[in-house]
């Protein structure tokens, strides 16, 4: 095996600068995932029953389908949709935010579903109101015990954020391709892309348990 | 200040109180005894709604509760409630425990809420942990810390549903002193209780209820040393 990194030197610029066009798509999709999640969430579990049925239809179609193909969905049929050609980033963020978003709310419902019944009803007893109840005394509660479950979805759309290149974002793996197409030679560039994912995905790792640790201290 | 009119309460066919009225006046310290399933809890949680009665009327402080129209939070922000099982938010320490619902419901200023929970761990014996997680606390504290909650809240009625049950027996004392100084303040209280001892010293009266009946509505003394009823009797010879 004659690997050569020494040619890819002068292209490792241009490779690492598709790390912050990966971490946009992914920093701003998890945050909009995650408030959806929330919101779908409190719908699964809201008394009225029309909005548990819109969560779950949500959540049954984006699960039910694959990502890859809700992205191109949104990106071509942006023009028949909404009458122009979105960007690709917008697409992007916004087919990753929708499908998290799924994903998140089932995760942010069993931690709700986990908590002791007691706890809301401590709350009801003292006249907190519903939504207070929900924000300040048991999405807290929930988040602490779901936050593993959380950093692993949001693991799985760094890594999964690579198929943006199916409609021409320019992130790592895009990069790391063209670099390789350059040079006739797209083992090496690839790797050093398989090098970058596994390094975000650590980084994100770590500061999981940075926050976990956090949330503990009141154990 | 608490009247029941004929309240039933139905679990699909399971018909948990039959009908129950009666009256728990101001200052009063009524103790709700009964064998298990007798339906005392079932009772003690509709007077704040956490059950929603089958039908029945149940007016706390001259407002139904029952009603469609009462603002449930209103009146909930007025009773008290302690659990057998405390239910502290474990996410909050023990003075956060005491405050969050006077700020964030009654819009106290934190420390004007501060100083009333300060008061009452002092009042309770806990002054101490004031800074605490609930996590680091024997039963016995966190139900101290339960009553204290309630109690920041300056409610007119305190209920207790079961408030030693879980507790070790050696924390049992702590937890009935600290309601018995209570009840010396002329607070109104409801409390399901297995403790006969206390129902007997503390309470100005004792309902007794079996089969989601109000059997019995008497005084201490009266009904423990002479209960008139058969069921009220082999209750009694089991429990003492």
Known sequence: MNLDFAQFIPSMPYILKGIFVTLKIVILAGIIGFILGIILSLFKISKYKFLGWFADAYTSIFRGTPLVLQLMLIYYGSPQLIGYQIEPYTAAILSFALNSGAYISEIIRAGIQAIDKGQQEAAMALGVPYSKMMWDIILPQALKNILPALMNEFITLTKESAIVTTIGVMDIMRRSYQVGAENYSFFEPLLIAGLIYYLMVVTLTFLGKVVERRMRRSD | ?240
Do not use: W
Request: charged letters at 25%.
């Open chain 2, 1 to 240: 200040m608490i009247k029941v009119e004929d309240l039933h309460k139905n679990y699909g066919k399971l018909e948990v109180l039959k009908g129950i009225t009666t009256t728990i006046e101001a200052g009063e310290v009524v103790a709700i005894i009964g064998p298990s399933g007798s339906g005392k809890s079932t009772f003690l949680r509709c007077m704040n709604l956490l059950e929603n009665p089958t039908s029945g009327k149940i007016f706390v402080g001259g407002q139904d509760v029952t009603d469609k129209k009462t603002n449930i939070m209103k009146v909930r922000q007025n009773v008290g409630m302690v659990f057998q099982h405390f239910h502290l938010f474990p996410h909050k320490t023990v003075l956060q425990n005491l405050t969050y619902a006077p700020i964030k419901v009654k819009g106290l200023a934190k420390a004007e809420a501060d100083k009333i929970a300060f008061d009452l761990l002092d009042r309770v014996g806990l002054k101490e942990k004031a800074n605490e997680y609930p996590t680091r606390l024997s039963g016995g504290q966190k139900q101290r810390v339960a009553i204290a909650r309630a109690l920041a809240m300056e409610p007119d009625v305190m209920l207790f549903d079961e408030p030693t049950s879980a507790l070790d027996p050696e924390m049992v004392k702590e937890v009935l002193d600290v309601m018995k100084s209570l009840a010396h303040t002329g607070m109104t209280m409801a409390i399901v209780t297995h403790e006969m001892g206390f129902a007997r010293e503390v309470a100005d009266r004792v309902l007794f209820l079996d089969g989601g009946v109000l059997v019995e509505d008497a005084k201490p003394q009266e009904f423990f040393t002479n209960p008139k009823s058969k069921r009220a009797q082999d209750f009694l010879q089991k429990m003492l």
